[in-house]
């Protein structure tokens, strides 16, 4: 089994950033990709953006291009999202996730493993 544990959420303003963290721990040999999920008040859960965790190759939601940034240290089993010119529309509890379905789509939210979620608030 692996463990997931979100932190670095808190309070920013509009065009502020905020970098949030997820370390991993237990049987982190296992982890092959891992995903950035976020859910908004009312809203469905939403795919931010996913990390090969061998590779380093990423993809990011249309929403979220070129404004954040998801990277990973192997070596501390932490994977890392950058969040930079946030938007009040960004606020939401933000969730890791590791391995995503093998055959299907990382967007899915059928990941193995999940973080308990820390909340991220951009006041306008």
């Known amino acids: 089994q692996v463990q997931l544990v979100e932190s670095g959420g808190g309070l920013v303003q509009t065009g502020g950033s905020v970098k949030l963290s997820c370390a991993a721990s237990?049987?982190?040999?296992?982890?092959?990709?891992m995903g950035w999920f976020r859910r908004a008040p009312g809203k469905e859960r939403e795919f931010v953006g996913g990390i090969s965790w061998a590779g380093g190759i990423t993809n990011y939601e249309d929403s979220v291009k070129g404004r954040f940034t998801i990277s990973r240290d192997t070596s501390k089993n932490t994977l890392y999202l950058q969040m930079n010119n946030l938007l009040p529309e960004d606020t939401a509890v933000y969730y890791c996730?590791?391995?995503?379905?093998?055959?299907?789509?990382?967007?899915?939210?059928?990941?193995?493993?999940w973080g308990q979620g820390t909340q991220v608030t951009v006041s306008s």
């Open positions: 996730a590791g391995n995503p379905p093998i055959s299907g789509s990382w967007k899915s939210g059928e990941y193995e493993y």
């Open positions: 237990g049987r982190t040999f296992r982890i092959y990709a």
